[in-house]
């Protein structure tokens, strides 16, 4: 994927197997999608929708809980973590499968995915209990 700053067209030059090719594939035949890029760009407008909905569930949270005096911490950007571990089980038995259906490109990709997703449902349950307390409190 390469940027082209003076247009502000980003070009994507992928491969895609498993399951998100199969979903391609049909909706083309269904006549839902006229082009890879129309099919990529509704994707991804879905996607910023999701994004921003999690971001405004976090400064929600982080609005109650200023209001109600509760320390919060900001966050480094610049924060790197290594990760050496082994995983067995059913995680490893779904990191398998997601891999074989191309839901995930490497154990870094699965790895970042999943946090990505245990935050959102940490702040999503955090709101609704600080909502929660709020209301109780009126």
Partial sequence: MSETPNNGKVRINTEIGGEPAQWLTQWKNEGLSKSN???????????HEHIVEQ???ANQLKTIRNNSGEQVGELSKSVE??????IAGEPAKWLNEWKER???GSNT?????????L??????QSLKEAQ?????EE
């Fill in 37 to 47: 890029t129309d099919v990529i760009n509704r994707a991804f407008a879905l996607y």
């Fill in 55 to 57: 971001d405004i569930k």
């Fill in 81 to 86: 973590i290594k990760i050496n571990t082994v």
């Fill in 102 to 104: 191309g839901l995930v």
């Fill in 109 to 117: 990709d699965a790895v970042i995915q999943a946090l990505r997703f």
């Fill in 119 to 124: 935050h959102e449902h940490h702040v999503e």
């Fill in 132 to 136: 929660r307390k709020t209301f109780q």
